[in-house]
């Protein structure tokens, strides 16, 4: 979803941006450099976070941003090319050190574990017709085989050798 520039990304420049808002790096947080409403001096807190996506949206000249889009662009000028990915998977935390340009399928590959996830492990699931612990990834479409495992660690880690194998730094256990 993000990984073209959405049509209301074009009219806010990071010029524009730094108009009205200020971003700490350390801390990940904008405040208003100019009043915007009686609800938001200059000064105040920007933006609010969302209880079911978890992201920081922030308004400005109409439309609702992700805080972590608007970090990328406060920083460098331009509008992530791709993803921005939250290096910890806390979509609140927008510290400057935490984000970083991302693929979809590393982003994906930096997720927590699903709560579908029925094994309590990333990747693993248990295979009833040979009773044992399967290990599996996608990568781009093709799913790779990790495996059978009589336990669950040894499917764990099979599934962690692959994700290290297939997306390096973006690989997460859980």
Excluded at 3 to 13: H, I, S, V
Excluded at 30 to 53: E, I, N, Q, Y
Aim: aromatic share 10%; glycine share 8%; proline share 2%.
């Amino acid at each position: 979803m993000e990984a073209r520039m959405k049509d209301f990304e074009r009219g806010l420049t990071a010029d524009r941006l730094r108009e009205v808002l200020r971003y700490s790096p350390s801390t990940g947080e904008f405040h208003w450099r100019v009043m915007c409403s009686a609800r938001r001096p200059a000064g105040t807190l920007a933006g609010d976070k969302k209880k079911v996506s978890g992201y920081v949206l922030i308004g400005v000249d109409g439309f609702r941003y992700r805080a972590h889009r608007l970090a990328w662009l406060y920083m460098t000028g331009e509008w992530p090319a791709k993803q921005v990915d939250h290096e910890d998977t806390d979509r609140a935390n927008n510290r400057w050190e935490n984000l970083r340009p991302a693929t979809n399928q590393q982003n994906q590959a930096n997720s927590r574990l699903s709560k579908n996830n029925k094994s309590g492990v990333k990747g693993v699931f248990w295979n009833e017709r040979l009773q044992k612990w399967q290990a599996k990834i996608n990568v781009g479409r093709r799913q790779i085989h990790g495996g059978y495992h009589d336990s669950l660690a040894a499917a764990g880690a099979a599934y962690l050798r692959l994700a290290h194998e297939h997306f390096g730094e973006f690989a997460r256990a859980a």
